[in-house]
């Protein structure tokens, strides 16, 4: 299992911007797939977005396409979420995820990796 650790989210007016960070430390670091997750009040966890292991292939829930990117320093073992255009229905608590592949990272019942979470609040 992978350590990770988010930062970045806080309380931004719709069509706002935000990034948000995981740094991940752990054996796996380099070599896992990772993701990002998100939870609104009283809902369930659902997948935001998946980039593999080097970067170079990424996935998308139709909810935040073309509006938010995922990216990753594998140098520095952290992976970004680029945020823009931001709605309301854009608030949650936003999770890092990680995992050995993609079938692993897009679900959540099978992630093996989580961070501890950070609220993104969207206000209209």
């Known amino acids: 299992q992978l350590q990770l650790v988010e930062s970045g989210g806080g309380l931004v007016q719709a069509g706002g911007s935000l990034r948000l960070s995981c740094a991940a430390s752990?054996?796996?670091?380099?070599?896992?797939?990772m993701g990002w997750f998100r939870q609104a009040p009283g809902k369930e966890r659902e997948f935001v977005a998946f980039?593999?292991?080097?970067?170079?292939?990424?996935y998308y829930s139709d909810s935040v396409k073309g509006r938010f990117t995922v990216s990753r320093d594998v140098s520095k073992n952290i992976m970004y979420l680029q945020m823009n255009e931001l709605k309301p229905e854009d608030t949650a608590v936003y999770y890092c995820?990680?995992?050995?592949?993609?079938?692993?990272?897009?679900?959540?019942?099978?992630?093996?990796?989580w961070g501890q979470g950070t609220q993104v609040i969207v206000s209209a």
């Open positions: 995820a990680a995992g050995q592949h993609y079938g692993v990272v897009i679900d959540r019942t099978r992630v093996q990796s």
């Open positions: 752990g054996r796996t670091a380099k070599t896992d797939a």
């Open positions: 980039i593999n292991y080097n970067g170079e292939v990424t």
